[in-house]
């Protein structure tokens, strides 16, 4: 029974872990050096509202569930939408891809600068040169660049803090907040995921989809 329990904390562990990279999808990339993990402090995002009139037709479930879908209206050279669907924990996952490359929109999110409670209980806090500030249509965003690398998360809640990598190549994820027709504040991702290539999306196409799911405050006054 106990090395059955040790064996489901270990499990719970590394899924909690996989949705710090808010997808499935695992990339690979060039190995970085081992990198110390600072505490960084929190601060209050700014919220902006969100285009929801632009609705694919697999968006319509979504719609149904949530109460609200968006969608960019920019998607960078060479991508193209792949799916959109609604996962276990009623969050949307809308996939764009190019060749092996992915672009992963999610929400709702949480954004946690140091880390997910349960990560930052086991002292594995983000490192705090990975996260900035951007600004997103004159509202605060957070660029976090990288994720705990595979060996880390395979390692297991075992593993040494002192041991953890974080892989700055990983992974390039813009996240902000926004707000829908009935002012729901919700937290959005978006997520570039290399593919053979190791190639990001850069920072500012990234900031030019996120803007672009913006919707002309004007419109609404």
């Given at each position: 029974?106990?090395?059955?329990?040790?064996?489901?904390?270990?499990?719970?562990?590394?899924?909690?872990?996989?949705?710090?990279?808010?997808?499935?999808?695992v990339?690979?990339?060039?190995?970085?050096?081992?990198?110390?993990?600072?505490q960084?402090?929190?601060?209050?995002?700014?919220?902006?509202?969100?285009?929801?009139?632009?609705?694919?037709?697999?968006?319509?479930?979504?719609?149904?569930?949530l109460?609200?879908?968006?969608?960019?209206?920019?998607?960078?050279?060479?991508?193209?939408?792949?799916?959109?669907?609604?996962?276990?924990?009623?969050?949307?996952n809308?996939?764009?891809?190019?060749?092996q490359?992915?672009?992963?929109?999610?929400?709702?999110v949480?954004?946690?600068?140091?880390?997910?409670?349960?990560?930052?209980?086991?002292?594995?806090?983000?490192?705090?040169?990975?996260?900035?500030?951007?600004n997103?249509?004159g509202?605060?965003?957070?660029?976090?660049?990288?994720?705990?690398?595979?060996?880390?998360?395979?390692?297991?809640?075992?593993?040494?803090?002192?041991?953890?990598?974080?892989?700055?190549?990983?992974?390039?994820?813009?996240?902000?907040?926004c707000?829908?027709?009935?002012?729901?504040?919700?937290?959005?991702?978006?997520?570039?995921?290399p593919?053979?290539?190791?190639?990001?999306?850069?920072?500012?196409?990234?900031?030019?989809?996120?803007?672009?799911?913006?919707?002309?405050?004007?419109?609404?006054?």
């Amino acid at each position: 029974m106990r090395l059955q329990a040790v064996r489901t904390q270990a499990a719970r562990w590394v899924v909690i872990a996989l949705i710090g990279l808010i997808s499935i999808f695992v990339a690979c990339s060039p190995e970085p050096q081992p990198q110390p993990t600072k505490q960084v402090e929190t601060t209050k995002p700014t919220n902006a509202a969100c285009n929801t009139e632009l609705e694919l037709h697999d968006l319509k479930s979504i719609s149904a569930s949530l109460g609200y879908a968006f969608e960019p209206t920019f998607i960078p050279e060479g991508f193209e939408h792949s799916s959109a669907s609604l996962d276990r924990r009623q969050r949307a996952n809308l996939v764009y891809r190019n060749g092996q490359g992915i672009m992963l929109i999610a929400y709702p999110v949480t954004f946690y600068k140091q880390g997910s409670p349960t990560m930052v209980e086991l002292r594995l806090l983000q490192p705090a040169d990975a996260i900035s500030e951007v600004n997103i249509g004159g509202s605060v965003g957070n660029v976090m660049r990288g994720s705990w690398s595979e060996r880390t998360i395979l390692a297991g809640p075992g593993i040494n803090p002192a041991d953890a990598m974080w892989d700055y190549l990983r992974s390039l994820t813009i996240y902000f907040d926004c707000e829908t027709d009935q002012s729901e504040v919700v937290g959005v991702a978006i997520q570039s995921i290399p593919g053979d290539t190791g190639d990001l999306i850069s920072e500012a196409d990234l900031i030019q989809v996120a803007s672009s799911m913006l919707r002309d405050q004007s419109s609404t006054q």
